[in-house]
């Protein structure tokens, strides 16, 4: 993989995120968690690149993001739909996802683990952290999307690297 400055990225974010799917892996090479996310963005706050991502409170990669000070974001080519599946849907508390997966665990230069098979990795270092407000989400969002209750966690993280394949 090679480094690149975020502004060089073209990638469509709206398919990367929404119909790629995304990795969000927090934690340390020897001990990391990850979880397939379908939600996100990708922007500019505070005058720096930023990526948003939401976790659910009952995730097991929330822990792992919430302890450390980075995470990241890994985009994977359609080769790997079933290991984004399987991540999306088993726990890290019951199965070890990179190994049942195949994946083959990086470190970032600050530490935050991402993973070899990605085409695109975005290392986070995390700057916000703000549960969403049920108060202030609209009836059939919370309708379609919040049944359990169990409104998302929303993170905003400062790009400080990009690794393109």
């Given at each position: ?38 939600w996100g963005g990708l922007g500019v706050i505070w005058n720096a690149p930023s990526a948003t991502c939401y976790i659910r409170p009952q995730r097991y990669t929330k822990e792992f ?101």
């Amino acid at each position: 993989m090679r480094k690149i400055d975020p502004k060089n990225l073209d990638k469509n974010v709206f398919s990367a995120i929404g119909d790629q799917w995304m990795l969000i892996t927090a934690g340390t090479p020897d001990h990391c968690n990850t979880m397939t996310a379908s939600w996100g963005g990708l922007g500019v706050i505070w005058n720096a690149p930023s990526a948003t991502c939401y976790i659910r409170p009952q995730r097991y990669t929330k822990e792992f993001v919430d302890r450390e000070e980075y995470f990241t974001l890994s985009f994977l080519g359609e080769e790997h739909r079933k290991a984004l599946q399987l991540c999306g849907s088993r726990s890290g508390r019951e199965v070890d996802k990179v190994k049942e997966c195949g994946f083959t665990v990086r470190a970032a230069e600050c530490g935050a683990p991402y993973f070899e098979e990605a085409e695109l990795v975005l290392v986070c270092r995390k700057r916000f952290v703000q549960p969403m407000d049920p108060d202030n989400i609209p009836r059939d969002v919370k309708d379609r999307f919040y049944a359990e209750k169990d409104y998302h966690v929303m993170y905003i993280g400062e790009i400080t690297e990009v690794f393109v394949k």
